[in-house]
């Protein structure tokens, strides 16, 4: 029998110190599906992240994992400032022991799709500029073609062009290797364009979620038309306007 891969949070909740930051969060993530957690700043979306992706340890409730494989792309880009773009890209690959020549072509091939130049190549991470840091850091994490993906705003740098770009070839890899992702992104539009369940977080008093919206469209009917009219009916959402704190005072 195939193993089932899926990702699954049961009544997690979690402190640092004596400051509770998340209560009692549930959800689950099948393979080839993505789940964006939304939520202002400060909720605890990237602490719900890395205590899913087994960077922070877990405290109370439970995170079943079983996913072959994962990588994450943090929020900031984290490059090793003493190496350049196509061995910041390479950095997995070599640690999984592929031979430097095999995974410098793979690292060249994803950083082209990913709209580097080759004259980026061998530029270090002081010569590069926020958004070209962040797609290295992407690239970094899709190179590996990892069952599950954990992405922590990627696109947050990105201008819309090149967003729409790297939004299109994770749909591809979802659609060709039905790849799982877990996606935080303050873009309501982002969420829309990628999610099969968009979560809610809201901070107060503790980071929880209230509310969650599935999306049954296919990714590729999710025109301009319907990601403006999905969108504006979330922002009449009153959960919506509540977490956010949208409403006119
Ligand atoms: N290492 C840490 N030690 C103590 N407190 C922390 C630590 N990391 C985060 N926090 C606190 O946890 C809370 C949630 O932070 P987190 O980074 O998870 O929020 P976020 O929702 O990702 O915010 P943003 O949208 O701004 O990225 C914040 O109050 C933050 O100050
Ligand atoms: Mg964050």
Not at 187 to 196: P, Y
């Amino acid at each position: 029998m195939e193993k089932i891969e899926e990702l699954k949070v049961e009544n997690l909740s979690f402190s640092f110190g004596f400051k509770e930051i998340l209560k009692n969060i549930n959800f689950k993530l099948n393979k080839g599906e993505v789940v964006s957690i939304v939520g202002p700043s400060g909720g605890g979306k990237t602490t719900l992240l890395h205590l899913c992706a087994k960077l922070l340890t877990l405290e109370d409730g439970k995170i079943r994992n079983s996913f072959n494989s994962s990588s994450f792309a943090f929020q900031e880009a984290r490059l090793l400032p003493w190496k350049n773009v196509i061995d910041n890209i390479a950095l997995g690959l070599r640690a999984k022991n592929i031979k430097k020549e095999n995974a410098n072509d793979l690292a060249k091939n994803i950083a082209l799709k990913f709209g580097l130049q080759i004259d980026d190549f061998e530029k270090f991470p002081k010569d590069l500029s926020g958004g070209m840091k962040q797609r290295v850091s992407f690239a970094r994490a899709l190179v590996l073609n990892p069952s599950v993906l954990f992405l922590d705003e990627p696109f947050s740098a990105l201008d819309i062009g090149l967003k729409k770009e790297l939004q299109s070839l994770l749909i591809e890899e979802i659609n060709t290797n039905k790849l799982s992702i877990l996606f935080i992104t303050h873009d309501l539009m982002e969420a829309i364009k990628l999610s099969d369940e968009i979560l809610v977080l809201k901070a107060e008093p503790v980071g929880h979620i209230v509310k969650s919206f599935k999306i049954d469209t296919p990714r590729e009917k999710r025109d301009d038309s319907f990601v403006y009219e999905q969108t504006a009916k979330l922002l009449s959402d009153e959960y919506i306007i509540n977490t956010f704190e949208l409403g006119f005072k």
